[in-house]
């Protein structure tokens, strides 16, 4: 069977054991990989050097010192042991889906594969979930990789979104520099969204940002006029699609250009999926800044 | 060309086409919301008006009104006005009818087999679409098939088709070809008539002609300068009854042609045999009677016939008859005991002299009849006589009824008295009181019933005057209701009454006929007076010596078999319901009598015996057939008049044109059937809208 089969989230919805499909996803997304660059990225031996005090003696070359009677350590490529952890949004505009998959079935397949992912790089594991306020928060850990599969996997939505007070929250929390995914539909102003992400990235942490929309998000598709209800604060407004589409397809691309702009300045990634978009586009995305972050010094 | 509709009321259905229009422009709007992540991007726009009215969807609402549209034409029954195209809509297939002439005359020379000929050529130039129907004609004309394109099987009704015996008639040829090309729906007609076009054949009185459109196709079979010699008609005059009878036979031989003959020989035949011969001269368009010498007529009926040495036209060359011998009609005068023998003297000399038919006379006393007296007796008159007594009286009951005739004439001795009560089953009413009108010029017969078989011949003026005879006395006949009174005196008192008892008739002559009581016996109404009553108590009638080809024979009627008289060898269709006839070329067919079939259609020429089945062919009735002689004259008829007379007043030309004006709308309108293909387009384009609009249905959720 193709394993990309199972990267496309309507197939990926079917499978209720969140684990069982973290696993599907990524070695049928490694494997998929065998003989990419990537491959083997965080374990590959890179160098020796001289060894130093307070170097960890396990990482003595002993074969080595046989040979020359000198202390060399092994260094290897991303054999980091880095923290890892999802900031996921549960507010619930992210219960919305046009299609078979909401935004937040497509956030937890996405976390559950990278944590799975990164778990595989025997990284330490975490997350934190969010609404306006933390909601969860599992400390990253090398053996929290099922806790933080049990958390997604009993994420629901929650009430309306705030971003900026629970990332500050976690930024105030982390103790140690991270790998953080934030994964929201980043429904605030652009300014509140970068005065939260930019507390992050400020403390050393590299902040990932997988912005994730619907598609009836991006192209507004409806026609038929009626009351759209927001779905975190229950406003209704009477709408005429066609009448504003285009103003709003303007204002959402404004939107995403800005937020893109803007998190470049302050060297965040951003990516930006919709629901229909395979899960390994955002796995390829999150490896191409991975790799960026591998090489530990 | 113009569309006009059969249903146009239908078309205000096209206001439907605003049933889309409203639903295109007006958007719905849905009661549920619709929940969506965030309105940051949505600000609150009012309902506009204006902006709604704008129709969405120009696809989906083109097909929608198309479909209503097309649905509302199709409904409303268009049709094309089809007459201006011509024939190049109305396409070409042709409805033939080849009308072939089959009558006798068409037997001249090689005429029938140039009408084959042309038959088959008519079929071979039908096209692929044309249907043709063969009808041969002659007095009658009969449509062998069903209009058919096949062309195998007309050419096998052309091979099996035999000339006919019949004369030529156009008439019902022409209205067979109408009514046939009438109902036909194919867009051109025609009319093939294959004919001699004898002038005999139309009379022109005729209202006839071709439905619009048709063309008559004429196909000459006549010939420049026909010759025709032909027997028409033989006269037979017998001379002595009863088994030494002989007959003189007298044959008209009728030259038609424009060419006079000489050494003509004429043959008179006797059962196969040629016993005299003649030879004659004939004049161009002239006629001769030629007389035989007289021949002798044996006991028992004889095949003659006339004929003429063979000319082109053969069927008409020869003339049958049968000669059967003369029957006198036996009838019993029954006297009173004290009669004088000359009281019957008028009435016994009146009878005696009959010659058509004969009677054989037989007076006898009252007192000294007989029941064996009445047997083989066709008539009883009771001659101023009562009414026999005992077993004689019981036998003229019977023998009435079993249909023999009783005249009963009253006098001087026939009064009330005379007639006992069992009588009156026959006599209806006992005779009443006499009347005497000697005291003036007397009475006078002035109320005669002219229609009846015994006064018919009187009824043409100087026929016969009754009047001239004055009766003096006569008896009072008070008759039941249930009698007919033939003749009144000119007092009213009944002259002569009828009624019926059983198979028999009996009649009441209330006054004598020995020219005592009236002089009627010295007047020369007298004698064929006489005569026709004893002919119709007798229901006596000569057998034809022929009949002419067409006449239907009624089985169940023969003449020649009557109840009286020595046993006949001929048969009696009461005895055997079936009979076997054989026609004269020799087919033999069983025919069952019955109510619905008791006919044959004499079509053939010569001879026809027929006989009982169970009776050997002695017994065989034989009926001599004759064509008739009018189809021997050959002259032709102009075939422009015939074709005036029933051509279409529309020219060919126009037929098209003509046949799609003579359709009525629906007609058209059927045959068309445009409003079909506007209800598969309507089907195909709401397939069409389904797909689209569940299309846009998908793109919009």
């Known amino acids: ?297 | 060309m113009s569309v006009t509709f059969l249903a146009p009321l239908f078309l205000a259905g096209l206001a439907a086409i605003a049933i889309p229009i409203m639903i295109h422009l007006t958007h719905r709007e849905r009661r549920d919301a619709i929940p969506f992540p965030s309105l940051m991007f949505l600000r609150r726009v009012p309902y506009r008006t204006v902006r709604r009215q704008r129709i969405r969807h120009w696809l989906l609402f083109l097909l929608r009104a198309a479909a209503v549209i097309l649905a509302v034409v199709a409904f409303a029954r268009p049709l094309l006005d089809r007459a201006s195209l011509g024939p190049v809509i109305l396409g070409s297939a042709r409805e033939v009818v080849i009308l072939i002439d089959r009558s006798y005359s068409m037997g001249y020379d090689d005429r029938w087999s140039r009408a084959l000929n042309a038959a088959r050529r008519t079929i071979d130039g039908l096209g692929r679409d044309d249907r043709a129907t063969v009808v041969f004609f002659a007095d009658l004309a009969e449509a062998v098939n069903q209009p058919s394109a096949d062309q195998a099987a007309l050419h096998a009704l052309i091979d099996r088709a035999q000339l006919g015996a019949g004369r030529t008639r156009y008439a019902p040829a022409v209205q067979l070809a109408r009514d046939i090309l009438e109902v036909s729906d194919l867009p051109r007609r025609e009319a093939v008539l294959i004919t001699d076009f004898q002038k005999i054949g139309w009379d022109g009185q005729q209202d006839l002609r071709l439905p619009e459109g048709t063309v008559l196709t004429r196909i000459d079979l006549s010939d420049a300068e026909p010759t025709n010699i032909a027997v028409t008609d033989i006269l037979l005059d017998r001379t002595e009854p009863s088994g030494r009878g002989r007959a003189t036979v007298s044959a008209r031989v009728v030259n038609a042609g424009a060419t006079p003959v000489s050494d003509l020989s004429v043959a008179l035949e006797i059962d196969g045999q040629d016993v005299q011969t003649r030879t004659i001269e004939l004049s161009p368009e002239a006629s001769v009677m030629v007389r035989f010498a007289p021949v002798a007529v044996p006991e028992r009926v004889m095949r003659g016939r006339v004929r003429v040495a063979s000319d082109p036209l053969p069927q008409d060359d020869a003339f049958h008859f049968t000669l059967a011998p003369l029957r006198a009609v036996p009838l019993l005068i029954v006297r009173h005991p004290s009669a004088r023998a000359r009281e019957a003297l008028y009435l016994r000399r009146a009878l005696g002299i009959g010659r058509d038919p004969p009677f054989e006379v037989e007076v006898k006393r009252v007192d000294q009849l007989q029941p064996a007296d009445l047997d083989d007796r066709a008539i009883v008159i009771l001659n101023d006589a009562p009414y026999p007594t005992g077993a004689s009286g019981q036998r003229l009951l019977r023998f009435v009824r079993d249909g023999g005739g009783l005249l009963v004439v009253l006098g001087q001795r026939s009064g009330a008295g005379t007639w006992p009560a069992a009588a009156t089953d026959l006599f209806i009413a006992r005779p009443g009181v006499m009347i005497d009108r000697l005291g003036g010029r007397g009475g006078t017969v002035s109320i005669l019933d002219y229609s009846h078989p015994i006064f018919e011949p009187f009824s043409a003026p100087r026929s016969g005057d009754f009047s001239a005879a004055r009766f003096f006395r006569y008896r009072r006949y008070e008759s039941p209701p249930s009698a007919s009174i033939l003749a009144r005196f000119d007092d009213g008192a009944v002259a002569l009454a009828e009624a019926r008892a059983g198979m028999g008739r009996v009649m009441v002559w209330t006054t004598d006929l020995a020219n005592r009581w009236n002089d009627l016996p010295v007047q020369p109404v007298f004698l064929p007076f006489v005569h026709e009553v004893a002919r119709y108590l007798a229901d006596y009638r000569e057998a034809p010596a022929w009949y002419t080809v067409g006449q239907a024979l009624d089985l169940t009627d023969n003449p020649a078999a009557r109840p009286w008289g020595p046993p006949s060898s001929l048969p009696r269709t009461d005895r055997s319901p079936e009979l076997v006839v054989e026609t004269p070329s020799g087919t033999r067919f069983v025919k069952a009598l019955g109510e619905s079939s008791s006919h044959v259609e004499l079509r053939e020429l010569g001879f026809y015996t027929i006989r009982p089945l169970a009776e050997d062919a002695e017994a065989a009735r034989v009926v001599a057939v004759n064509p008739d002689v009018t189809e021997s004259d050959l002259t032709r008829l102009d075939p422009e008049e015939l074709a005036l007379a029933v051509e279409p007043r529309e020219s060919g030309s126009d037929r098209a044109t003509a046949l799609a004006a003579a359709l009525t709308p629906a007609e058209k309108e059927r045959r068309q059937g445009l409003w079909w293909y506007l209800l598969m387009a309507v089907v195909l384009i709401l397939l069409a809208e389904a797909a689209v609009a569940g299309r846009l249905s998908g793109t919009t959720r």
């Open chain 1, 1 to 297: 069977m193709n394993g990309s089969r199972f990267l496309d989230p309507k197939v990926l919805a079917r499978i209720s054991n969140l684990d069982l499909l973290a696993r599907t996803v990524v070695d049928g997304f490694i494997n998929g990989l065998h003989h990419s660059p990537y491959l083997g990225l965080s374990i590959d031996f890179a160098e020796h050097r001289a060894y130093m005090p307070g170097d960890d003696i396990r990482r003595v070359d002993w074969r080595v010192f046989g040979r020359t009677d000198r202390l060399y350590v092994k260094q290897f490529e991303a054999d980091t042991n880095a923290n890892f952890s999802v900031l996921f949004d549960l507010s619930r505009s992210m219960q919305y889906g046009s299609g078979a998959v909401t935004k937040l079935d497509y956030g937890r397949y996405l976390a559950a594969c990278l944590t799975y992912f990164s778990r595989r790089q025997r990284d330490r594991v975490g997350i934190v979930t969010f609404d306006d306020d933390v909601v969860d928060l599992v400390p990253t850990s090398a053996k929290h990789l099922d806790i933080v599969l049990h958390t997604i996997d009993r994420i629901e939505a929650g009430g309306r979104g705030e971003i900026e007070r629970p990332l500050l929250k976690v930024a105030e929390s982390l103790h140690r520099r991270s790998i953080l995914v934030l994964i929201s539909d980043l429904y605030e102003e652009p300014d509140t969204i970068m005065r939260a992400v930019d507390r992050l990235r400020h403390k050393g942490n590299d902040l990932i940002v997988f912005h994730i929309l619907d598609p009836a998000e991006i192209e507004f598709p409806f026609e038929d006029a009626a009351p759209f209800e927001d779905l975190e604060s229950g406003e209704r407004i009477p709408v005429v699609p066609e009448t504003l589409r285009d103003e709003y397809r303007a204002l959402m691309n404004q939107h995403l250009t800005t937020l893109a702009e803007r998190m470049a300045k302050s060297q965040i990634d951003y990516c930006f999926f919709d629901t229909s978009k395979p899960i390994d586009y955002a796995l390829f995305e999150y490896l191409s800044r991975r790799r960026r972050l591998s090489r530990v010094h």
